[in-house]
């Protein structure tokens, strides 16, 4: 166990999205860690919840299936933990704008509720909010740093930014410790691969394994920065233990930023098969599309040591080795699923 992490052996850590992608990761590793973990999950079908997630886990957990807007469970739910990793979340950039009030609920009017349960409850709470890149919407420059102008160019976004800023008015106003991340495009095992509604990766490499072409859309030379969830758990860990994280937002990113043609044609290599095809923007997603994104994670190496351990290549291999076994609990096959 790093130094860092000893605080969290004989914990109590509530994670909310916590049979999500991101979530699941983190409370596999805080098992290891010795905590006690609650998980807090909808299991609406579109966020991403997926119990297979956190399957054959013996002890350490206790899943609780509740909705974050569930004002009365959360109340309960926050009470006599030591820890808040605030995952929860509408993640789909297209589903904000074609139903945005679920969004403005979800990631917003529940993250205040939240917020007051632990004020009233449990002020002593540490809190860690799962915010995202997209608040910065287009970059006028790259690398991005905390400093850059926020202009979301989505509904999800601007919500998101209204849970972040009540995150970081409780800290300042009521003293509730909480920090903010950034995320950027995180990957991985046990992420969404059924659609594109939390990342594009997933449903490339859902096609990849099922004999399809992945489709790149425009000329596939967008720049992205990618972080495989391992080292974003990392990032939850040491901004929710280190005082020096509270109050402040950070940026995440990647030690080796990709265009998307060529994070498809290393995806093809890697698998050995399949192929990729260039295709033009649907409308819908080019009027909310950031271009070019690479994060600049320095404010958060500098004050508690972060960056990116797993580069892009390695990432990636483990993904396609996870979803080759365990594909089929993910998805539905609709064509030549390679799985064991």
Request: some cysteine; hydrophobic content about 40%; overall charge negative.
């Amino acid at each position: 166990m790093k130094p860092e992490h000893s605080a969290f052996s004989g914990s109590r850590a509530l994670v909310t999205g916590g049979l999500g992608f991101i979530g699941s990761n983190l409370a596999l590793r805080l098992v290891e860690l010795g905590v006690e973990v609650t998980v807090v999950d909808s299991l609406i079908p579109e966020y991403g919840g997926n119990p297979y997630n956190l399957a054959g886990l013996a002890g350490g957990v206790s899943i609780n299936i509740t909705d974050v807007r569930d004002e009365h469970a959360m109340k309960y739910l926050v009470q006599r933990q030591d820890y808040l990793f605030n995952l929860a979340g509408q993640t789909s950039h297209l589903d904000s704008m074609t139903d945005p009030f679920p969004d403005l609920e979800i990631n917003a009017r529940a993250q205040l509720s939240i917020l007051e349960s632990c004020r009233r409850f449990n002020p002593s709470i540490r809190i860690v909010f799962a915010s995202t890149r997209q608040l910065y919407g287009k970059p006028r420059y790259t690398p991005v740093d905390e400093n850059h102008p926020l202009d979301p160019v989505d509904v999800n976004g601007i919500n998101k930014l209204a849970g972040e800023q009540y995150h970081l008015l409780y800290h300042r106003v009521h003293g509730v410790r909480a920090s903010v991340l950034r995320l950027t495009n995180t990957y991985g095992p046990r992420m969404r691969v059924k659609d594109a509604r939390q990342t594009f990766l997933g449903i490339w490499l859902r096609r990849l394994l099922e004999g399809q072409p992945i489709a790149v859309f425009g000329d596939g030379q967008q720049i992205r920065d990618f972080n495989y969830v391992d080292d974003a758990v990392e990032a939850l860990l040491l901004a929710a233990s280190r005082d020096e994280a509270y109050g402040e937002v950070f940026n995440l990113g990647a030690s080796d930023p990709a265009s998307l043609e060529t994070v498809a044609r290393l995806l093809v290599q890697l698998s050995g098969t399949g192929r990729y095809e260039l295709v033009p923007f649907p409308a819908e997603r080019k009027a909310i599309d950031i271009g070019d994104y690479v994060g600049d994670y320095g404010k958060f190496e500098r004050l508690l040591g972060w960056r990116p351990r797993v580069m892009l290549a390695e990432g990636l291999a483990k993904t396609l080795a996870y979803y080759r076994s365990h594909g089929h609990h993910y998805w539905e096959p609709t064509g030549a699923l390679v799985a064991a």
